[in-house]
Every structure is written in structure tokens, then in C-alpha cells.
């Protein structure tokens, strides 16, 4: 059974960083996508960024490059989201989520969701 729990997410002042990490365990994810989500209230889901396990190749919407960093870290099967410069709009609920196959923006076509974690950026 695929899990991921998501860790990291608090309270920061506008300016701050946070670096959120996604366990994943249950299958071997080498062939796997894993992206990074959020949703703030009243609002869509968000693509914010993505990994591609096997290459390491990363994706970002326009709203995190420059200032968010995503990785792996292969022994661990864990992921994570280095964010820095963070903005009050930055405010949401952090989702991680796999798929077989390459990152895509749609948050649809993943298979598996973490709980979620709580950012909350102050002004």
C-alpha cells in the first residue's frame, strides 16, 4: 500500500523559509513522478512543482522558481520542497503526490496524496 506523509509546514514570517519532506514507501518509485501541491481556501489545487525519480529532472510553475527548490533523496525515498522567500500568497495547505510516469501540472492524473501540511506565511 503506497503512502506518503508530508512533514515541515508551520507558521513563518514573509521572507522566511521552510523545507516541507514527503515520505514515500510501499513500491519502488524509480519509474515515478512525484509533484508537490497546494490548495489555499476558496482556491484550486496548484501545481507548484515536480521530480522525475529516475532522472532527477524538475518542473516549476511560475510562482516557485527562483525561490523553491524541490529534490530526492533516493535512500530515503523522501522528497522535498526548500522554500525560500516566502509571501503571504504562498499561504496554503502542501500536498505531495505520485503518478507512474512523467511530472504533469494536472493534479487529476496523479495516483497517490499525502495528507497534507500547513504553510502559513505572515505579512
Known amino acids: 500500500q503506497v503512502q506518503l506523509v508530508e512533514s515541515g509546514g508551520g507558521l513563518v514570517q514573509a521572507g522566511g523559509s521552510l523545507r516541507l519532506s514527503c515520505a514515500a514507501s510501499g513500491r519502488t518509485f524509480s519509474s515515478y513522478a512525484m509533484g508537490w501541491f497546494r490548495q489555499a481556501p476558496g482556491k484550486e489545487r496548484e501545481f507548484v512543482t515536480g521530480?522525475?525519480?529516475?532522472?532527477?529532472?524538475?518542473y516549476y510553475a511560475d510562482s516557485a522558481k527562483g525561490r523553491f527548490t524541490i529534490s530526492r533523496d533516493n535512500a530515503k525515498n523522501t522528497v522535498h520542497l526548500q522554500m525560500n522567500s516566502l509571501k503571504p500568497e504562498d499561504t496554503a495547505v502542501y500536498y505531495c503526490?505520485?503518478?507512474?510516469?512523467?511530472?504533469?501540472?494536472?493534479?487529476?492524473?496523479?495516483?497517490?496524496w499525502g495528507q497534507g501540511t500547513q504553510v502559513t506565511v505572515s505579512s
Open positions: 503526490a505520485a503518478r507512474n510516469g512523467m511530472v504533469v501540472s494536472d493534479n487529476n492524473r496523479y495516483d497517490y
Open positions: 521530480i522525475r525519480w529516475s532522472s532527477g529532472s524538475t
